[in-house]
């Protein structure tokens, strides 16, 4: 018997693990680590599923975040079968495909122009190429002078922007700070809470990050080949 507090277990729970369905059943945050072949995208499946059909939870107001297509493509598979064929959550891919969803929609606040490109990184450095080429700056008396290939060092330290979470209006502070070595400074723009405590949206506007925040509050779920998360945001 079950108190009317407490939801009924769905007929998803009838293929996990004691521990696994303990972890799909849990109300509120729960970490899921386990290695490739067992059974996280089940256990993460059977939490989301859950949450819609036991906790009464809208589809819309679940995020779930995947590594790879296809770990996304057979949880939204899942989700739907166990559902008797109901809505899956429509924010359900991979961190990429999520993130360039999220930016499509709103590409003014990372700075970006309506319909922009996605280069892959073999676009990345033929532009950078040209634009070396254009600003002669890729000949080999370059290259013998610095030590390195022009090209290479250029896309290294562009990476290393972007590691940094250092915009391009930030970029030219940040390459004077690092001519200046006597005088230290942290990186332009770059988040200093560790990464276990700084989720994706630390980045975006004060109201945008509050709105992602109140839509996804219900729950969501991360799945990758090693290791898988599923946690309410905060």
Known sequence: ?????????????????????KAAAQNGPVLVLAGAG???????TAAVVHRIAAGGLAPGRVLAVTFTNKAATEMSGRIRAALDSGPAPSWLGTFHGLAARQLRIEPEVAGLRPGFDILDADDSRRVIKRTLKTLNLASGEDAAA???????????????????????????????ANNRPSQPQRPAGRCTRPARQCP???????????????????????AGARHAAQRELP
């Open 1 to 21: 018997m079950h108190s009317a507090a407490e939801p009924r277990p769905q007929p998803v729970m009838a293929g996990l693990t004691t521990v696994q369905a």
């Open 200 to 222: 994706g949206l630390c980045r975006l506007p004060t109201p945008v990050a509050g709105r992602e925040r109140r839509r996804f509050r219900g729950s969501a779920a991360v």
């Open 146 to 176: 610095i030590g390195r290939d022009p090209l290479k060092l250029m896309c290294s330290r562009l990476s290393k922007f972007k590691d940094n979470l250092i915009t391009p209006d930030e970029a030219p502070a940040q390459v004077e």
């Open 38 to 44: 067992t059974g996280k995208t089940k256990t993460l």
